[in-house]
T-cell receptor, first 114, second 116 residues
Framework: AQTVTQSQPEMSVQEAETVTLSCTYD???????LFWYKQPPSRQMILVIR??????QNATENRFSVNFQKAAKSFSLKISDSQLGDAAMYFC???????????FGKGTLLTVNP | SAVISQKPSRDICQRGTSLTIQCQVD?????MFWYRQQPGQSLTLIAT?????????ESGFVIDKFPISRPNLTFSTLTVSNMSPEDSSIYLC?????????????FGPGTRLTVL
């Protein structure tokens, strides 16, 4: 079974600054993926970034990057040069099982202050 | 990628009634998922719906309360039966798309249900 823990219910950042959202997980899978999803107030879930567990290199997508520590089962999201549009709920998730169902963390609500 | 639409986008229903939520995908997909997101909470998987077979329900969810149809590879419905105020949530469908090297889930915009 998979578990995902996000220990920061809320975070805030000043516009143009950098913020890091934390996530730890546990999984019985030997080969797995990790995801960060963004859910703005409009509630459409959008994939921000993915990380393959077998890759040592941390994933990067423009201003978004991850710090993946496999041994520690840690998967944090770093947002650089934060923008007002980054304000949203962020969910960490990992799939598991034969049907790839996602297990989500409880989410971190990010506020970006102008 | 996949583009997903849901109907209705929101509804207000009376206690004891039922509501059917539709999920339409712009491409054929094998697996579709239905999630519930209670106010201010994370997503909880209700069931996995594969075409041509019975839906697989997660612990705490039963077919009598949440019957699901999956008549083809682009469409699914979720019915919330005999509703109570505790069923007030956002219901989201998602699909699993397999690329050459990984699976990715895409989500619909959700249906916001309020039960009075």
């Amino acid at each position: 079974a998979q578990t995902v823990t996000q220990s920061q219910p809320e975070m805030s950042v000043q516009e143009a600054e950098t913020v890091t959202l934390s996530c730890t997980y546990d999984t019985s899978e030997s080969d797995y993926y990790l995801f960060w999803y963004k859910q703005p107030p409009s509630r459409q879930m959008i994939l921000v970034i993915r990380q393959e567990a077998y890759k040592q290199q941390n994933a990067t997508e423009n201003r978004f990057s991850v710090n993946f520590q496999k041994a520690a089962k840690s998967f944090s999201l770093k947002i650089s040069d934060s923008q007002l549009g980054d304000a949203a709920m962020y969910f960490c998730a990992t799939p598991g099982g034969s049907n790839y169902k996602l297990t989500f963390g409880k989410g971190t609500l990010l506020t970006v202050n102008p | 990628s996949a583009v997903i639409s849901q109907k209705p986008s929101r509804d207000i229903c009376q206690r004891g009634t039922s509501l059917t939520i539709q999920c339409q995908v712009d491409s054929q997909v094998t697996m579709m998922f239905w999630y519930r997101q209670q106010p201010g909470q994370s997503l909880t998987l209700i069931a996995t719906a594969n075409q041509g077979s019975e839906a697989t329900y997660e612990s705490g969810f039963v077919i009598d309360k949440f019957p699901i149809s999956r008549p083809n590879l682009t469409f699914s419905t979720l019915t919330v039966s005999n509703m109570s105020p505790e069923d007030s949530s956002i219901y989201l469908c998602s699909v699993d798309v397999v690329s050459s090297s990984y699976n990715e889930q895409f989500f619909g915009p959700g249906t916001r249900l309020t039960v009075l």
